[in-house]
C-alpha cells in the first residue's frame, strides 16, 4: 500500500474509532430519560392495554417465560405491567384521600399507603419491566395479589414452585423477597422485573433528585416528604430489594 494510501485509511480508521466512542459514551450517558425513569413517557413501552404494555425486551422475554410455564400447564397472567405517572398518581392520592378522611394524619396516612404501594416517580413498574403475574389456570380468588394465595394450599402455589425454579432463566427476579431483614415494601410473591433493563434504569435513577421532582409534580402530601423522609424511602423501599437487582 502506498504511504499516502495508508495514512488516508489510518486517518478515516481513528476518526470513525473516535465518532464510535463519541455516540457511545452519548448514548451511554443518556441511554434513559427523565422522562422515561418517572413514567412519563417511553419510547420502548409496546402493547396496547394496562396488562400488556411492558418495555419490548421485557415483552419478549416474558412471552418465551410463558410458553415455557405452558408446557407445565401454568397459564402465567398478566394483572400489571407498565404504569404511567398519572396512573400511579391516582392511586397514590385515593388512598392518600381516602386515609386522611379516615382521621389519620398525613404522616401516618403516607406510612401505610407505602406498606405496599409506591409514590409517583419511584415506582418500577413506570420502566416497564416490572410484572405482577399469577395462573388464569388456577381458582381465581376475589382478591388475587395476597401472599398466602402462593403459597401452601393457595392457588398459585404451582406457580410460586415454578417461578422459584425457572424465572431467572429468562431474566425475571422477584423484587420484594420474604427475607425477614429486608425492610421497605411487604412481600410480594407475584412481583418480578426483567433485570437486563430494570438493572441499569435502576443505576440511572439513583441519580435524580427525588425530592425536587416529587415536590415540583405537587403531588397530595408531598409537603410531608421531608429530606429525612425521602431519604428513608429510598434506602428501605427503593433499594431494599433483591440483591441480584443492584
Given at each position: 500500500m502506498k504511504r499516502s494510501a495508508f495514512l488516508k485509511t489510518s486517518f478515516y480508521s481513528i476518526l470513525g474509532l473516535s465518532v464510535l466512542s463519541h455516540f457511545s459514551?452519548?448514548?451511554l450517558q443518556e441511554k434513559f430519560s427523565l422522562s422515561q425513569l418517572i413514567g412519563k413517557g417511553n419510547p420502548d413501552i409496546v402493547?396496547?392495554?394496562y396488562t400488556t404494555?411492558?418495555?419490548?425486551?421485557?415483552?419478549?422475554?416474558?412471552?418465551?417465560?410463558?410458553?415455557?410455564?405452558?408446557?407445565?400447564?401454568?397459564?402465567?397472567?398478566?394483572?400489571?405491567?407498565?404504569?404511567?405517572?398519572?396512573?400511579?398518581?391516582?392511586?397514590?392520592?385515593?388512598?392518600?384521600?381516602?386515609?386522611?378522611?379516615?382521621?389519620?394524619?398525613?404522616?401516618?396516612?403516607?406510612?401505610?399507603?407505602?406498606?405496599?404501594?409506591?409514590?409517583?416517580?419511584?415506582?418500577?413498574?413506570?420502566?416497564?419491566?416490572?410484572?405482577?403475574?399469577?395462573?388464569?389456570?388456577?381458582?381465581?380468588?376475589?382478591?388475587?395479589?395476597?401472599?398466602q394465595h402462593f403459597h401452601g394450599e393457595g392457588p398459585f402455589c404451582k406457580l410460586k414452585e415454578w417461578l422459584d425454579k425457572h424465572s431467572e432463566s429468562f431474566g425475571f427476579y422477584e423484587v420484594y423477597t420474604d427475607d425477614p431483614n429486608r425492610k421497605g415494601f411487604k412481600y410480594e410473591p407475584w412481583h418480578f422485573s426483567y433485570a437486563p433493563v430494570s438493572i441499569p434504569m435502576l443505576k440511572e435513577y439513583r441519580n435524580l433528585d427525588i425530592k425536587a421532582i416529587l415536590q415540583k409534580e405537587k403531588?397530595?402530601?408531598s409537603e410531608y416528604f421531608t429530606d429525612e423522609f425521602i431519604s428513608k424511602y429510598i434506602s428501605e423501599n427503593l433499594l431494599d430489594i433483591n440483591p441480584k437487582l443492584l
Open positions: 459514551f452519548s448514548a402493547g396496547d392495554s404494555k411492558m418495555h419490548m425486551e421485557t415483552a419478549a422475554a416474558f412471552q418465551k417465560m410463558k410458553a415455557a410455564a405452558a408446557k407445565e400447564n401454568i397459564d402465567i397472567e398478566l394483572v400489571s405491567s407498565y404504569r404511567s405517572f398519572q396512573r400511579q398518581k391516582e392511586i397514590f392520592e385515593g388512598k392518600y384521600q381516602r386515609f386522611t378522611g379516615q382521621g389519620l394524619s398525613p404522616e401516618t396516612a403516607i406510612e401505610k399507603i407505602i406498606e405496599y404501594s409506591t409514590i409517583p416517580g419511584t415506582s418500577r413498574h413506570h420502566w416497564g419491566t416490572d410484572i405482577d403475574i399469577i395462573d388464569r389456570n388456577a381458582p381465581r380468588p376475589s382478591s388475587v395479589l395476597q401472599p403531588i397530595k402530601g
